[in-house]
């Protein structure tokens, strides 16, 4: 029997130009190499079909920057697939480049929520973080989402930057409050290996501060609280009803099919990662069965339990205490820590406890 799919990842891997702390599989727009990509997922897509019982109804549309695709091409690869028929659609755009055309094709093609990278609203930040666009880019690209239609709407925000005080970063959640977003995602700034950002920090130009990142997390569920935000996830806030079901479904455990150069799947305890190289992905794809997988790796019960351990401590659900069988003295530490509480037959974190999950997680694996 064909294993079902309801969840997919599509990663488009195109930036008009690259950030100094992104590691995600991307790479800059040029010559023909987006056709090559769109010729190798419709070759995937068709793969896909074949391999799996496919009845999307969440469907992700992550990168890169799937918009910076010209109109011409994101039809393309808008009719390669019916994403449309989901229940959500997200997809990830940038300010800059994000007009009025592109907000009606999504919106024409069914795209239910999009998910806007705007990191930060102070030119000193924008400029640190390697962003073109401003504060008057940030207000129009929100404007031609609401008057196309779009339904849902998510900021991408970014904190822990260079002298960004809690006042500094009060006002950046404040600016993107007022924009009157449904989402709200907010992450700390990680130095990834091989990122430019990584070089800043041998050559001393900069270093994250943990402290202040503690301060500036607390801060944050604070700000956002007020404005009636609900942390669902550790970085990712939702007014109500708005959360993001794709991510959710993800967390929760459930099997995902990414498509696309560096996409990653977990199907039926099966785990791989395509290659990341768009020209390999589209050949490899175009000759079959498959693109090139880069890792595969069986998901036994001990990984998928560590797995669940780990995204779920990170939740507002929390962990059902069925998972922890057998961690009755390691549990009472935490709730005596004031790190975390039981609740209802779950085990959830604590605001305090939230700014150490991952420990946290390590304890309880
Ligand atoms: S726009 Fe996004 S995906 Fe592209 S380089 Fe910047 S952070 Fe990475």
Request: hydrophobic residues 40%; charged residues 25%.
């Amino acid at each position: 029997m064909k294993s079902p799919v309801e969840n997919l990842y599509v990663h488009v891997p195109f930036c008009t130009h690259l950030c100094p702390y992104c590691d995600f599989p991307k790479e800059r727009l040029a010559g023909n190499r987006m056709r090559e990509f769109l010729r190798g997922l419709q070759a995937e897509w068709a793969w896909a079909k074949e391999e799996f019982s496919l009845a999307p109804k969440r469907v992700f549309f992550g990168g890169g920057t799937p918009t910076a695709l010209s109109p011409s091409l994101l039809q393309e690869l808008f009719e390669i697939a019916p994403w449309g028929q989901a229940e959500e659609w997200t997809v990830e755009a940038n300010p800059d480049g994000f007009g009025a055309t592109k907000a009606s094709l999504l919106r024409e093609a069914g795209v239910t929520r999009l998910s806007l990278g705007v990191q930060a609203f102070r030119p000193a930040d924008l400029t640190w973080l390697g962003r073109r666009h401003n504060r008057a880019t940030i207000a129009s690209a929100v404007a031609d989402a609401r008057h196309a239609g779009i339904p849902q709407l998510n900021l991408d925000l970014i904190y822990g930057l260079p002298d960004q005080g809690p006042s500094e970063w009060q006002a950046t959640l404040e600016e993107a409050c007022a924009l009157r977003p449904d989402h709200i995602s907010a992450y700390v700034i990680t130095p990834e290996a091989g990122t430019e950002l990584i070089r800043r920090i041998e050559q001393g130009e900069w270093h994250p501060d943990p402290h202040i990142e503690s301060v500036l997390f607390l801060l944050t569920q604070r700000i956002l609280e007020s404005h009636q935000f609900t942390a669902y996830e550790i970085s990712n806030f939702a007014q109500p009803g708005k959360e993001c079901r794709h991510h959710q479904a993800i967390w929760s455990g459930e099997d995902y099919l990414g498509l696309g150069p560096g996409a990653v799947s977990t199907v039926a305890g099966r785990r791989w990662r395509n290659t990341r190289d768009t020209t390999q992905y589209a050949r490899s794809a175009e000759v079959g069965p498959h693109p090139t997988h880069e890792e595969e790796e069986i998901c036994g019960p001990q990984e998928r339990r560590a797995e669940r351990i780990l995204l779920g401590l990170r939740t507002s659900e929390g962990l059902a205490e069925e998972t922890l069988q057998g961690q009755e003295a390691c549990l009472s530490e935490l709730v005596a820590k004031g790190w975390g509480r039981r609740w209802q037959g779950k085990f959830l974190l604590t605001p305090r406890g939230r700014l150490r999950a991952d420990a946290v997680a390590a304890m309880l694996i």
